[in-house]
């Protein structure tokens, strides 16, 4: 049986001599209902500040907080353990904590990371998660090496443009594989264009407001022009190896839509100098016209990213300006009808998007939609901040399990893909309905 681990101030983590690990799906904190799997290459582990770890009890099967540590002789108030998972990893439960006692400083708001529940497993550290795309090209082992600097100055020579200025950022600084991708000169490489958005998520990985959790990455400042993006495009796409595409719609930047006149002009210049490779766009779907147009324009693949398919809770989640749910359906079916490959982004949530009624609205839209592949993304954000908006909102039900919603979704219609990662040309099944 998996152990409870728990970490002191210092953030050494330790496991308990007798609880067991127990699990958290949306507010119930359950003994864990399956095994763990061990600690994947590039996850980390992570102490909860302001947070206490709840096991079980292995003689009365009772949940228990562990509210003071005793090592050797030193007793603490321990603090409750997370893991963070690598790419191509669906959590299916969120770590199990209780809120430490009154008189102590506030918990403070975690930033966006993936916490998952992690406990001692039978060959160490252990993390409750499902592998959902085993494709290698992400692995954190292939990207950040030795040579990654050497490669951006040398790139970067004469000062480079204002996109590989930025990309040079994104690969050291906040270490994103897409960017580092442009220097290794191979797969999937970014392209990234907008500073503005039209929707302010919750768990926005580039702009949070004051008194929120620190944005993981720096929103773009200067949006680049069409010609600037066509340049390192084609560079990239005429000589980079692998699974070859450049994409739209970054971590560090706000929506491209709002951007879709300078980018399809991008796309008619890139295509006039290359057939080869893919180009592709992540975004919030927000304006169906726009997307339109870009797939006119030559895009040939689209990244839709979405929590839920109830619109109440979509929009609790991304606060969206002048667009709803209902756009981003239509966007859906734009890029079908215009023989894109279509991608859902689905943001996970274990106890939210599994709710019985969740899952029956998101099979219920792919299948409408004929959607090619849904990639399930666990959602980056402190378990308290979703919940509070969550709570109450979207379609109800008992949840079924992260691991039941992603059966669910590989039925949803014949030959639909459920992974992690963008599929490059040669990668995408050909259309059977
Ligand atoms: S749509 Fe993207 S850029 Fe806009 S607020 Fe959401 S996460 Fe941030």
């Not at 006692?101 to 409750?128: C, D, K, M």
């Not at 109830?310 to 609790?316: G, I, T």
């Amino acid at each position: 049986m998996a152990r409870l681990l728990f970490a002191d101030d210092r953030g050494v983590v330790y496991d308990h001599p007798s609880l067991l690990a127990a699990v958290r799906s949306g507010d119930a904190l359950l003994r864990a209902p399956e095994r763990p799997v061990p600690l994947p290459e590039g996850a980390a582990l992570a102490a909860l500040p302001g947070r206490l770890p709840v096991g079980v009890d292995p003689a009365s099967g009772a949940l228990t907080v562990l509210a003071e540590a005793r090592v050797g002789r030193r007793r603490f108030v321990p603090l409750a353990v997370a893991a963070t998972l690598p790419p191509g990893f669906t959590r299916t439960y969120l770590p199990a904590v209780a809120p430490a006692p009154p008189g102590g400083a506030p918990a403070p708001v975690l930033p966006q990371w993936a916490y998952t529940a992690a406990a001692l497993g039978p060959r160490g550290p252990a993390v409750f998660a499902l592998r959902t795309d085993r494709r290698r090209h992400w692995s954190p082992a292939a990207h950040s090496g030795p040579d990654l600097e050497g490669l951006v100055a040398e790139r970067l020579g004469d000062g480079g443009g204002a996109v590989l200025r930025q990309l040079a950022r994104c690969a050291l600084e906040w270490r994103c594989f897409t960017a580092q991708n442009v220097f290794y000169r191979r797969d999937e490489g970014a392209l990234p264009s907008s500073a503005a958005c039209n929707a302010a998520c919750l768990g926005c990985l580039s702009s949070q407001p004051a008194g929120g959790p620190p944005a993981s990455h720096e929103r773009l400042r200067r949006p680049p022009s069409a010609a600037e993006l066509a340049e390192v495009a084609i560079e990239h796409l005429t000589r980079a190896r692998g699974r070859v595409m450049v994409s739209f719609g970054q971590g560090c930047e706000g929506e491209p839509l709002l951007r879709a006149a300078e980018i399809a002009d991008a796309i008619g210049r890139i295509r006039a100098r290359t057939r080869r490779g893919s180009i592709h766009l992540n975004t919030n779907g927000s304006d169906p016209a726009a997307l339109d147009a870009l797939c006119r324009a030559g895009l040939d693949s689209v990244r839709i990213s979405l929590n839920s398919a109830a619109p109440d809770l979509y929009a609790a989640y991304y606060r969206p300006r002048g667009y709803g749910l209902p756009e981003v359906v239509r966007s859906l079916g734009v890029a079908r009808r215009r023989g894109a490959y279509v991608a859902l982004n689905l943001l996970t949530f274990p106890g939210v998007t599994d709710r019985a009624g969740e899952v029956a609205a998101l099979v219920g839209l792919v299948a409408r939609a004929g959607v090619d592949q849904v990639q399930t993304r666990p959602l980056a954000i402190d378990p308290e901040s979703y919940l509070r908006v969550a709570r109450g909102r979207g379609a109800g039900g008992a949840p079924v399990g992260i691991r039941r919603l992603v059966a669910e979704l590989r039925g949803a219609r014949p030959g639909l893909v459920v992974g992690n990662f963008s599929r490059a040309r040669g990668e995408r099944a050909r259309r059977r309905s």
